[in-house]
């Protein structure tokens, strides 16, 4: 089964672009990342990609420190742009053309982001990567992630994240946690699992998004996904 997907909208989370680290962006990490998507732009995969700010601010924890909500979340966009810019030089540095766009007008730091740009870019070889959520307040990168993935017309959302897949519960706290080969939006809904946020799961569901949740810090492991191998989990 070779290159199932033509187009893909793979979402990264900020917390893991720290690597060891406790806080910013870990050079490894990020390093690792560049290469592994390198590795599946080679194979003529057309790439966008959506970041979480996790790493360097998060806007709802920031609003339990007595920052209001919208500017919190503002500067959760502005994190995911900084980590965008970032992972765009470390393509670009193993040549690998990139791309950034952004959710509100930020030129010259990255390119307004329209649906044509951006397909206009993947289809030219360059990965797009989409920052700044989806530019409003109240809505998670989860959600920006869902968006753009469907606006970009992708066959499939990635989502790289530390654990390999869906469990029954956190495999990191409960070692009788079962993993699902794949399930259902409506399941992961009923079960109460925390995959994404409520939000994005309906928006996959209404415009027939499927996701793949797998381990994206084990080096190698996105090509494997992408040539069909049996790793993470399918929510259909």
């Not at 560049?34 to 979480?52: F, H, L, R, Y």
């Not at 959302?157 to 009788?176: C, Q, W």
């Amino acid at each position: 089964m070779n290159n199932q997907y033509k187009r893909i909208l793979l979402k990264l989370s900020g917390e893991s672009l720290m690597g060891e680290k406790q806080y910013g962006i870990d050079e490894k990490r990020i390093a690792e990342y560049a290469t592994q998507i390198k590795e599946i732009a080679d194979m003529g995969i057309e790439i966008g990609i959506v970041i979480g700010g996790g790493n360097i601010f998060r806007g709802l924890s920031g609003t339990s420190k007595g920052v209001d909500r919208v500017k919190g979340d503002q500067m959760g966009m502005l994190a995911t742009v900084i980590n965008s810019l970032a992972l765009s030089s470390a393509l670009e540095k193993i040549g690998q053309k990139a791309q950034v766009f952004t959710a509100i007008n930020m030129f010259p730091i990255g390119e307004y982001y329209s649906k044509w740009r951006a397909i206009e870019a993947m289809q030219n070889g360059t990965v797009a990567i989409i920052s700044g959520g989806t530019g409003n307040p109240f809505f998670t990168t989860d959600t920006g992630s869902a968006l753009r993935g469907i606006e970009i017309e992708a066959e499939v959302m990635l989502k790289g994240t530390r654990v390999d897949g869906i469990y029954t519960a956190d495999p990191e706290k409960d070692p009788t946690a079962k993993k699902f080969d794949k399930i259902s939006y409506d399941e992961i809904y009923t079960r109460g699992l925390k995959v994404m946020d409520l939000t994005a799961t309906t928006l996959c569901k209404e415009n027939h998004l499927p996701i793949i949740v797998f381990d994206m810090d084990t080096v190698g492991n996105l090509k494997k996904v992408l040539s069909g191998e049996n790793i993470g989990t399918l929510v259909y």
